[in-house]
DNA sequence: CTGTTAGCGCTTTCAG
DNA sequence: CTGAAAGCGCTAACAG
């Protein structure tokens, strides 16, 4: 049941290396050994095994994707499926390997990086950026390994391929701003979180170029009682906010939502853009611009760049930034 | 900077063999040895490497995970996402890898599962069944290949596991019906698909359960088109439709809500269900009782039994039935 | 162009 | 208990 290409030396009534070298359309080989060669393997089905090839090549075959802690949790999920789908469709084409590295509830996401990397399973990682301490990052680089962010960290300058968060997040209050709200406030993620910090940067701009002067911004965590918390603070504070711009999407909506309507009651009239498309905003009390990420492309450019590095090639730059796509409401 | 099991045997004077031995727990080491190598190499952080034993063991110390077509598509994305966060879990728990097999949009699946296979990238799979030709299924059997199944496939007798469809579908449809409703319709999936059977025969149970005698079942792709006229038969063929129970959930919900609205006007008094549970189900305008299947049970099941069979012992039953939780609106 | 040989790093006999 | 040696399947030098 096991195929190898000793096999298909004998068959083929020649040494292993020239098989070797047949399959590997390396040069050396008599243009009619190859024909008999390739048709046999062919024709048998043959596939090297994996592990032998990775053992004397030191290169495993796989790259490997770097998950962030909460993506199993519900609508994150389908984000990161949406890259992951792309990035494995990129490695295939490379034939390459997709291993998924998806860190515990508890342990820290250094640790199955660091084993995977020192028993040599993957080649390169796509990292889910998030919050990536720089620690593990000088790790990766002192040890050399080939891997790419998706999104940044603040503290870390490397490959990463991102969404331009600032030019979508201002183009889209800016839409707000046209609709002629006044009162834009900006309810954001964690500051922590570089692309928060350049959500809201771009929030802050939109006002500046519609001339208003007025503006607020308060963070949470995307957990509900915070929602609730920074959202009293809002709205405390200014009873006359007319809109609100969400730096970022999913359920953290919903709960807005719900805060929302309890203190202010009726929705109408009041303005919402959000950074994240879901279709289900449609269905909301009120319209909701959005901007929609190139989920797929932003797998697919992870894993090119990738694997240019892992050929050795340079890439003549270190960021990837891609457009988000507004949809207005 | 490769540090293999060479320099440890040199370092602790010993050789190799007594090296693997005692990293291995294998008996044959004296204490003193065993105990002088594993301070060495937890001190030089020493992790063989992975090619290597797998070469050497014949094994690859992986297991795949088979995506089906349209994982990366919106909201299914983080159905799956749930499960691959929970069977990654598991997969390390028992120090195996997980790789992903999505097929190409055009490919069909069996390219992808067959080379990974052939080029022992893999110990065993789990596949999402959905709609896995029998063909391919038999190969696995035929090669010996450990896998199980998520979901079943008809004409395909393997381990799987699967969500009690029928009876969470009897259960919701049965509270319709305990709500007044007497003209229950249903709005079913693909009518290929084991689940979209299982499914209608529950709803159906649950009319008999009820004592209602008037049933409707039609079926559709979960496209819009397809979705319209669905819903177009079923109203055009009965004007008393009192509540519809769907067969799936995620935005197939949405566009069933606007064909609704646009042909009936008023939802209100309208009963709905659905298999299949999303937050913002509360968000829309009527209220939706709906069916949340074990994402992480479901995950974390297929993984151990598809290491039970790996490790050679011979589970007592080949099909794990989980049960759905009722959401009742 | 071709075959022989020597590893890649690990596990596993099997003498000592 | 210990270590030398063979071998997993493949690639890469190096003679011929």
Redesign the pocket.
């Known amino acids: 049941m096991?195929l190898?290409?000793?096999e298909i030396a004998e068959l083929a009534?020649?040494?292993?290396?020239?098989?070797?070298?047949a399959?590997?359309g390396?040069?050396?080989?008599?243009?009619?050994?190859?024909k008999l060669i390739l048709k046999l393997a062919e024709q048998l089905d043959?596939?090297?095994?994996a592990?032998?090839?990775a053992?004397?090549?030191?290169r495993s075959g796989s790259i490997g994707f770097v998950l962030p802690h909460q993506a199993g949790m519900s609508l994150s999920g389908a984000y990161w499926s949406a890259i992951i789908t792309a990035v494995a469709q990129e490695a295939r084409s490379h034939n390459y390997n997709l291993l998924i590295l998806s860190p515990g509830p508890d342990d820290d996401l250094a640790a199955p990086i660091d084993s995977v990397l020192k028993r040599r399973n993957v080649d390169g990682l796509i990292i889910g950026a998030e919050h990536l301490d720089s620690k593990a990052v000088s790790t990766l680089i002192l040890e050399e390994v080939p891997f790419v962010l998706i999104g940044r960290s603040p503290n870390v300058r490397h490959y990463s391929v991102d969404v331009d968060n600032e030019a979508a997040s201002r183009k889209i209050v800016s839409h707000l701003a046209s609709k002629g709200r006044r009162r834009i406030a900006c309810l954001a993620g964690p500051r922590e979180h570089s692309y928060t910090q350049e959500r809201v940067q771009g929030y802050l701009a939109a006002l500046r170029d519609a001339g208003l002067e007025w503006s607020a911004v308060e963070y949470s965590n995307y957990e509900l009682e915070e929602v609730t918390r920074a959202i009293g603070r809002l709205l405390g504070a200014h009873d006359d906010i007319d809109a609100l711009y969400m730096t970022a999407g999913g359920e953290f909506v919903l709960d807005a939502i719900d805060v929302l309507k309890a203190s202010k009651g009726d929705l109408s009239g009041f303005g919402m853009a959000v950074f994240d498309d879901y279709r289900f905003f449609d269905y909301l009390s009120i319209p909701i611009s959005r901007l929609r990420q190139p989920l797929s492309a932003i797998g697919t450019t992870s894993a090119s760049v990738l694997f240019e590095i892992m050929e050795g090639r340079k890439p003549d730059r270190l960021e990837w930034v891609l457009e988000a796509e507004t949809v207005l409401r």
């Open positions: 096991k190898t290409i000793n009534q020649v040494a292993k290396s020239t098989v070797s070298k399959l590997n390396q040069k050396g080989v008599s243009e009619e050994k190859r043959y596939h090297p095994n592990s032998a090839q053992l004397a090549l030191n």
